[in-house]
């Protein structure tokens, strides 16, 4: 009789355990972009060749408006105009019917005058990420 009702405890948590996960999954669908500009490559930081990343998060709200932009991590003459920029991207409206705001990292790539990318592109690359080039 207890192995019965071990079974039936197993069984139980295994059941709860696969509606989270199908949960889950809807609940991290991915935020699909409709309009990302790019910041512009400051003078200062064209005049000091300064090139780096900037990790922003921005909150979104169910319709796809950013509403905030927190800066992570960035150089001090790059990171203004990136969370200018990333404040005016938009994403189109989650299918599920949400209320929810969500957050979204974006990256920002500054490369300075006689950056030479790669050959080889990478396998994978962010859909929220933005290369910003000097020439």
Known sequence: MKTIGRISVALFYSCVLLVASGLMVKAQERPELISA????????????????????????????????????????????TSKKAALQWRFKPLASSTTANYSVRLTFIFHEYGYYPPEKEPDFKSPYQSEIMYY
């Open 37 to 80: 500009p790019r910041p512009s490559y400051p003078p200062i930081a064209k005049a000091k060749h300064i090139s780096g990343v900037v990790l922003i998060d921005v909150t979104v709200k169910p319709d796809g408006h950013v509403i905030e932009a927190a800066v992570l991590m960035g150089g001090e003459y790059i990171k203004e």
